[in-house]
C-alpha cells in the first residue's frame, strides 16, 4: 500500500511535499547535492535521496528504495526535461501519479498538436514553410529550452535574416534549422488555466489561472520603441522567472470549464486513460476576446506554486485551503481508501 508521496526536488517539489503532508502521507524527496541544504529548511520532508543528477533516479538502488518505502512518485517539468519520456514509461517500475504516457504527447510538437485539435481547442495557424509566412509569427527551434532562440518574423525575408543571424552567433545548429516550428504570433493576454480531473468522481475541477512573468521579453515593452530600434533587432527570449495569479471575468468561466472538458474526453480517447490529475492548457485570449491555445502540460504545471494557500476558484470548491499539491494527496488517500489506486497510477 502507498505510504509515501515522492518527488524530485525542483519545479514544485516544496509544494507537493507540503500538501503530502497536509493529508498524512511520509514524504520523500530525490534531490541534488547542491540543493539538499536548501531543502533541508522545510520540516515536512520527511526523507531525501541524494542523486548527482536527476536521471539517476532510474538505478537499481534509487528504485529500492522508493519501493522500500511504499512510494508513489508526482511527476513534474523535471521529471520530463531531466530524465526524459523513454525512461518515464520504461525504466521506473514503480506507481507514477496520472499517467505517464501523456508525458509523451506533451514533449513532441506533433502529438501535442494532434491532441489539442481533438479536443476542438482554437490553435494558432501553423507554417509548413518558412514561404508561405503572411503574418507575425513566432519561430521556435526545436529543443529550444525556455524559449531561448524563439524570434519573431512577419515575412519570409525577415524569417530568413533572424535565422541567419541566429547562426552566426552559433546559437542554432543545421540539425535545429531542419525542425523549426512555425506559427501564428497570437497577440493578446497570455493566461495559463490550470485543472485537476478526477478519475474517482469523474469531475473535473477548475483551480486557478497565472500568468508567467518571462525574461526578456516582458521587460521589453519598458523599452521605448525610438531606444528598440537603435538597439537594433535582437531575440528575445523567453525564460519563465516567476508567475503571477489572475481571475478571469466571470463571462468567460463556463468556457474555460468546457475547454478542460473537451479535453479531458479527447484524451481519453488518444491516450488511455486520459488525464489522471492535474493539467493546464495555456493560451492567449486574442484581440476579440477568443482563447487560442498553444501548448498542454498533461501534469502539474509550476504557476500552481502561486496558490499553496488556495485559490480564488478553489475556495469555491473547498472549505479548506486546498493546493495543487494537496489535492494531489487527497486523490492518493481516497483511491487507497475505495481500493483503486489503480485508477490513478500507470
Ligand atoms: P512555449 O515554449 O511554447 O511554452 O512558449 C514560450 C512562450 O512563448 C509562451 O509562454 C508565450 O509567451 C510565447 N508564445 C508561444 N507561442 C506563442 C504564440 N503562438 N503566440 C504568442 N506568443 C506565444
Not at 533516479?57 to 511504499?70: F, G, N
Not at 483551480?207 to 533587432?233: C, H, K, W
Request: charged fraction near 25%.
Amino acid at each position: 500500500m502507498i505510504k509515501t508521496i515522492a518527488t524530485l526536488g525542483s519545479h514544485c517539489a516544496l509544494q507537493l511535499l507540503k500538501g503530502a503532508k497536509d493529508e498524512g502521507f511520509s514524504t520523500l524527496l530525490v534531490t541534488k547535492q547542491d540543493r539538499q541544504s536548501l531543502y533541508n529548511r522545510f520540516k515536512f520532508i520527511d526523507n531525501m535521496i541524494q542523486v548527482k543528477k536527476f536521471s539517476d533516479i532510474v538505478s537499481p538502488t534509487r528504485i529500492r528504495r522508493l519501493k522500500q518505502t511504499d512510494s508513489i512518485l508526482i511527476p513534474h517539468g523535471t521529471l520530463i526535461s531531466e530524465v526524459g519520456v523513454d525512461a518515464i514509461e520504461e525504466s521506473l517500475p514503480i506507481p507514477v501519479f496520472g499517467n505517464r504516457y501523456i508525458l509523451r504527447w506533451e514533449a513532441d510538437r506533433l502529438q501535442k498538436e494532434k491532441l489539442m485539435k481533438a479536443a476542438r481547442l482554437n490553435l494558432p495557424k501553423s507554417y509548413n514553410d518558412p514561404s508561405e509566412i503572411d503574418r507575425l509569427v513566432i519561430a521556435k527551434l526545436s529543443g529550444a529550452a525556455g524559449g531561448r532562440g524563439y524570434f519573431l518574423a512577419t515575412n519570409t525575408k525577415s524569417y530568413e535574416e533572424k535565422l541567419a543571424a541566429l547562426r552566426s552567433d552559433g546559437l542554432i545548429r543545421n540539425s535545429e534549422e531542419e525542425n523549426v516550428y512555425i506559427q501564428e504570433y497570437i497577440k493578446g493576454v497570455p493566461v495559463y488555466l490550470q485543472y485537476f480531473f478526477s478519475p474517482l468522481s469523474r469531475e473535473l475541477e477548475f483551480f486557478g489561472i497565472d500568468r508567467r512573468y518571462e525574461t526578456n521579453v516582458d521587460g521589453l515593452g519598458r523599452i521605448p520603441a525610438s531606444a528598440q530600434i537603435e538597439m537594433g533587432t535582437s531575440a528575445p527570449s523567453y525564460i519563465v522567472v516567476g508567475n503571477s495569479p489572475l481571475v478571469l471575468r466571470e463571462s468567460l468561466l463556463d468556457e474555460v470549464y468546457k475547454i478542460g472538458e473537451r479535453f479531458v474526453r479527447a484524451s481519453q480517447v488518444l491516450v488511455p486513460p486520459g488525464i489522471v490529475g492535474p493539467f493546464c492548457i495555456e493560451g492567449i485570449y486574442d484581440g476579440d476576446g477568443k482563447f487560442v491555445s498553444f501548448e498542454f502540460s498533461g501534469r502539474i504545471v509550476a504557476g500552481t506554486n502561486l496558490f499553496i494557500e488556495g485559490s480564488p476558484y478553489t475556495a469555491l470548491l473547498y472549505d479548506t485551503k486546498m493546493s495543487m499539491g494537496r489535492r494531489i494527496a487527497l486523490e492518493v488517500r481516497r483511491a487507497i481508501e475505495a481500493n483503486q489506486v489503480e485508477l490513478i497510477t500507470t
